[in-house]
């Protein structure tokens, strides 16, 4: 186990900027050997990193948006996990210059989920088709990991009737991940006991000055504690965290290369990196206006290379898109290397009732997609990406190096591709209306058809008989 004492500061500022300087206006070779390097998915250092991340030539910048959206297709298909956040509270003990949830603001409506709210929300999302649940904590000393373990229980235990068909199906979360403040290593034990999969904790911005000068009050202005959040988590047994970027804070290019060390040093120390990474935007919120006047402005182009950089730089790591983007543009950065997305999101708790829906006054940030889920998966399938609910590996202990192992050898993409075509068809045969059930098998056909052997084209074809003839949850 690692002391404090030899993790701790482990971003080196001075290093990073000296990067960012030496990789400033390269030479075109050097800009393709790196591509080459990517190509083999083998991943890059943060130098190889920031070179692409100058990159400014229109013709250099398409090869790189083709390149990323090859190797992602390489380690895990054409696959797109889908997953929806689940806020249980919105109350908080932090002030921090950018959350519509910061302690405060007197305008927010505050509300913590009881066991029964949480079952509630929960059999909504069921009956819309979801699998997958990101379980959003606000970060309160009030609301203990004790608290967690009930609430991941109720998330859990919770179910539901398949609606619009004549069947007595019943549907339950089959993964809860956790989005919460960090803890020590003791607490993040009693969170691991509840089954939860991945851990993901945002350092918001590596730059410490701006860490220190944004987070105002509470637990959260101590950096160095949340730096360590995910090292403690790996030392307690949760072997899948999650790291992300707030993007407007700082200069985008430094906090990149900062998030990649934070990765490189997973990899040194628990020889295991980040299981995903998120690349949020500012978006405004009521009772911030740092939220509405980013201090630093991403374009959408910027952003673009950002997705795609971090999809060669960490090739194994799955690369969250949340719905604070527009639907437009999720689209375009769909194609960049993500392999996650959020859907039919809403950043309140209790909203997920229509009367609740988006309120302005209770919810995080404001919402950029707001199609609801039949929609994103439509739009998935006529894009050529199969939706993907899959939780197979968490239950057959495919998570944490084993994971990561088996994506580096470009083996996970086996598992993927007929785990998805599978969690697909139960989506159609129980949820979907009829242009996406038209669509969907369409797709499925086609997938069927170029999976590997004729052995598996067998297997998969029967258990997708099996499962319209009223199976579910069928996995390998």
């Not at 790189?64 to 929806?84: C, D, Q, S, T």
């Not at 339950?172 to 991940?177: G, K």
């Not at 969907?440 to 008989?465: A, P």
Request: charge should be negative; aromatic fraction near 10%.
């Amino acid at each position: 186990m690692c002391t404090k004492s030899e993790y701790d500061n482990f971003i080196n500022e001075s290093e990073i900027w000296q990067t960012i300087k030496n990789s400033q206006k390269r030479e075109k070779q050097e800009v393709r050997d790196i591509f080459q390097k990517a190509e083999t998915a083998s991943g890059l250092n943060i130098y190889e990193a920031s070179v692409l991340l100058n990159i400014d030539e229109i013709e250099l910048e398409a090869e790189l948006f083709e390149l990323a959206k090859r190797v992602k297709e390489k380690i895990y298909g054409n696959r797109i996990v889908i997953f929806v956040p689940l806020y249980i509270t919105n109350k908080c003990s932090n002030i921090c210059e950018y959350c519509g949830f910061r302690a405060d603001n007197k305008k927010l409506q505050r509300k913590t989920l009881d066991y029964t709210e949480i079952q509630e929300e929960v059999g909504i999302l069921l009956n819309q088709g979801h699998k997958r649940i990101l379980a959003v904590y606000g970060e309160t000393v009030h609301y203990t990991v004790d608290h967690m373990v009930e609430s991941i229980d109720a998330i859990y235990t919770a179910s539901s009737k398949a609606l619009n068909k004549d069947t007595n199906l019943c549907h339950q979360i089959r993964r809860v991940n956790v989005n919460a403040a960090p803890m020590s290593v003791n607490d993040f034990k009693k969170l691991q006991s509840s089954q939860i999969g991945t851990y993901q904790c945002f350092q918001e911005t590596y730059h410490k000055a701006t860490y220190e000068r944004v987070h105002i009050a509470g637990a959260k202005k101590d950096y160095f504690w949340r730096l360590n959040a995910l090292h403690r988590a790996q030392e307690a047994g949760i072997d899948d965290v999650a790291m992300g970027v707030l993007y407007g804070l700082f200069d985008p290019h430094f906090e990149t290369l900062a998030m990649l060390k934070h990765a490189e040093e997973l990899e040194r120390v628990f020889k295991v990196g980040p299981h995903t990474i998120s690349f949020p935007r500012l978006e405004p919120a009521s009772g911030s206006e740092m939220s509405k006047h980013p201090p630093y402005l991403i374009p959408d182009n910027l952003l673009k290379k950002i997705v795609a950089v971090l999809r060669l730089a960490v090739p194994y790591t799955g690369l969250i898109l949340s719905t604070r983007e527009t639907a437009e543009l999720r689209k375009e950065l769909i194609h960049l290397g993500v392999s996650q997305i959020s859907a039919g999101s809403k950043t309140s708790p209790g909203s997920y009732h229509e009367k609740d829906i988006n309120v302005p006054d209770s919810q995080q940030f404001t919402i950029g997609d707001e199609r609801p889920l039949d929609d994103v998966i439509y739009d998935l399938a006529t894009m050529d990406y199969i939706p993907s609910f899959c939780t197979a590996c968490y239950r057959l202990g495919r998570h944490g190096k084993s994971f990561m192992d088996m994506a580096k050898n470009l083996h996970i993409k086996s598992f993927c591709q007929p785990n998805a075509i599978l969690t697909f068809a139960e989506y159609i045969e129980d949820f979907s209306s009829d242009r996406t059930k038209k669509a969907g098998y369409i797709m499925i056909d086609k997938l069927v058809e170029n999976l590997g052997s004729i052995d598996i084209k067998n297997v998969v074809r029967k258990e997708l008989l099996e499962i319209k003839n009223g199976t579910r949850d069928l996995y390998h």
